[in-house]
């Protein structure tokens, strides 16, 4: 109980002013200290993900998903490893991944950004890219955590 306490202490004490930035540079490139992707943004499918993610500063995360592409559905297992936030949350999110042309570039390491908070229920956002390769995600959240970071992400497709 005494370690929610202080989840909960630290968590409130950041939660006023500290979505502010990172949430308004995912939503809008042209927002101060946001990066522009001079790259086409050519949609090339969806995405459904299940996952824990646990934060101390470092963390990491571990789920699977279905990625459908091309008329058929891709089972995947992701593990991911992040820097910036604390808590422990359970993740459900979807998303759309862009310029993927062939299902054997979808494999591999993603870099991105993430931003979420959650107190019991909660809301986040990240993006990420893998050669070209960008994936966007929007997630609903379970749980005790504030995530504002950088992540990676190995995704590898499962029989």
């Given at each position: 109980?005494?370690?929610?306490?202080?989840?909960?202490?630290?968590?409130?004490?950041?939660?006023g002013?500290?979505?502010?930035?990172?949430?308004?540079?995912?939503?809008?490139?042209?927002?101060?200290?946001?990066?522009t992707?001079?790259?086409?943004m050519?949609e090339?499918?969806?995405?459904?993900?299940?996952?824990?993610?646990?934060?101390?500063?470092?963390?990491?995360?571990?789920?699977?998903?279905?990625?459908?592409?091309?008329?058929?559905d891709?089972?995947?297992k992701?593990s991911?490893?992040?820097?910036?936030?604390?808590?422990?949350t359970?993740?459900?999110?979807?998303?759309?991944?862009?310029?993927?042309?062939?299902?054997?570039?979808?494999?591999?390491?993603?870099?991105?950004?993430?931003?979420?908070?959650?107190?019991?229920?909660?809301?986040?956002?990240?993006?990420?890219?893998?050669?070209?390769?960008?994936?966007?995600?929007?997630?609903?959240?379970?749980?005790?955590?504030?995530?504002?970071?950088v992540?990676?992400?190995?995704?590898?497709?499962?029989?």
């Open positions: 109980m005494r370690t929610k306490t202080i989840i909960a202490a630290i968590f409130s004490t950041f939660i002013g500290a979505l502010a930035l990172p949430t308004a540079v995912l939503a809008d490139p042209t927002a101060p200290g946001a990066q992707e001079e790259k086409p050519v090339s499918g969806t995405l459904e993900v299940s996952a824990t993610q646990v934060r101390l500063i470092a963390g990491g995360a571990k789920g699977t998903g279905i990625l459908h592409f091309n008329g058929k891709y089972k995947f992701m991911g490893a992040s820097v910036g936030g604390i808590g422990v359970k993740v459900d999110a979807v998303g759309t991944i862009y310029n993927l042309k062939d299902i054997k570039d979808f494999p591999g390491t993603y870099a991105g950004m993430g931003v979420g908070a959650v107190a019991v229920k909660g809301a986040g956002a990240s993006s990420w890219e893998n050669k070209g390769v960008i994936v966007k995600m929007k997630s609903k959240t379970e749980g005790l955590a504030l995530n504002m970071g992540n990676a992400v190995k995704i590898e497709l499962v029989d």
